[in-house]
C-alpha cells in the first residue's frame, strides 16, 4: 500500500503560531495533494506537488516534498481560528493510475 | 464554474434497502472517482471512470457495489442490498486530466440501520 500517513493526528495551537503536519507514503508516487476538510463539510483541495518538485506556496501555505524520504510536509503560518479542520495528504501513484491514497489527517485546532 | 455536487446529502436506510448515490462531476471533467471513509479509518478509493469506462474499480468492496456514468456525465454508485458496515460518508471527485488535482463534492453520508 502506498498510504499515506499523516503525523501528528492532533496539533492544538494558539492562534498566530505557525502549524506543521508531516506525511509519509511508501511508494513511489506521481504527485502529493494536501486537502482540509471543515467538520462535516468536503474535501477542499489545499495545494498539489509533483514528485519533480521540492516546494510550493500557496499564500500561507508552504509544502515540501522529499522523494528520498517519501514524506513531505504542510505549513500553514500566522494561523487562524478559520484553519481549524482536519488535514489530509493524498498520493497519486506513478503505476496505479490516478486514484489517491489518503492518509486518516491531522486534526487541527487554532484557539483564538 | 460549479464545482463536484452529491446528492443526497445524508441518508439513513435499513439493512437489506437499497440506496443510490448521484455525483455530478465538474463540466468538462472526464475523470471521475468515488471515495469512502468508513467512520475513524482513512479515505478509501473505490473506483475511477474516464468518461463513462470504469479505468479502475479494484477498490470496491464487493458486487453489493454497482457504479454507473452512463453517457459520461453525472455518475451513481448503487448499494443493493445495504449492510451495517457501508455506513460512511462516500465521496465523489473529478479531474480535466489525470494526474491533475482531484475536486471533490461535499459527500453523502450513509447511514445502515
Known amino acids: 500500500s502506498q498510504q499515506g500517513e499523516e503525523d501528528p493526528q492532533a496539533l492544538s495551537i494558539q492562534e498566530g503560531e505557525n502549524a506543521t503536519m508531516n506525511c509519509s507514503y511508501k511508494?513511489?508516487?506521481?504527485?502529493l495533494q494536501w486537502y482540509r476538510q471543515n467538520s462535516g463539510r468536503g474535501l477542499v483541495h489545499l495545494i498539489l506537488?509533483?514528485?519533480?518538485?521540492r516546494e510550493k506556496h500557496s499564500g500561507r501555505l508552504r509544502v515540501t516534498l522529499d522523494t528520498s524520504k517519501k514524506s513531505s510536509s504542510l505549513l500553514i503560518t500566522a494561523s487562524r481560528a478559520a484553519d481549524t479542520a482536519s488535514y489530509f495528504c493524498?498520493?497519486?501513484?506513478?503505476?496505479?493510475?490516478?486514484?489517491?491514497?489518503f492518509g486518516t489527517g491531522t486534526s487541527l485546532t487554532v484557539i483564538p | 464554474e460549479a464545482g463536484v455536487t452529491q446528492f443526497p446529502s445524508h441518508s439513513v436506510i435499513e439493512k437489506g434497502q437499497t440506496v443510490t448515490l448521484r455525483c455530478d462531476p465538474i463540466?468538462?471533467?472526464?475523470?471521475l472517482y468515488w471515495y469512502r471513509r468508513v467512520m475513524g479509518k482513512e479515505i478509501k478509493f473505490l473506483l475511477h471512470?474516464?468518461?463513462?469506462?470504469?479505468?479502475?474499480e479494484s477498490g470496491m468492496p464487493n458486487n453489493r457495489f454497482l457504479a454507473e456514468r452512463t453517457g459520461g456525465t453525472y455518475s451513481t454508485l448503487k448499494v443493493q442490498p445495504a449492510e451495517l458496515e457501508d455506513s460512511g460518508v462516500y465521496f465523489c471527485?473529478?479531474?480535466?486530466?489525470?494526474?491533475?488535482?482531484?475536486?471533490f463534492g461535499p459527500g453523502t453520508r450513509l447511514t445502515v440501520l
Open positions: 471527485a473529478s479531474s480535466h486530466y489525470r494526474y491533475n488535482e482531484q475536486f
Open positions: 511508494t513511489s508516487i506521481n504527485n
Open positions: 506537488i509533483r514528485s519533480n518538485e
Open positions: 493524498a498520493t497519486g501513484g506513478k503505476n496505479t493510475g490516478n486514484q489517491f491514497y
Open positions: 463540466s468538462g471533467h472526464d475523470n
Open positions: 471512470f474516464v468518461k463513462e469506462s470504469k479505468q479502475d
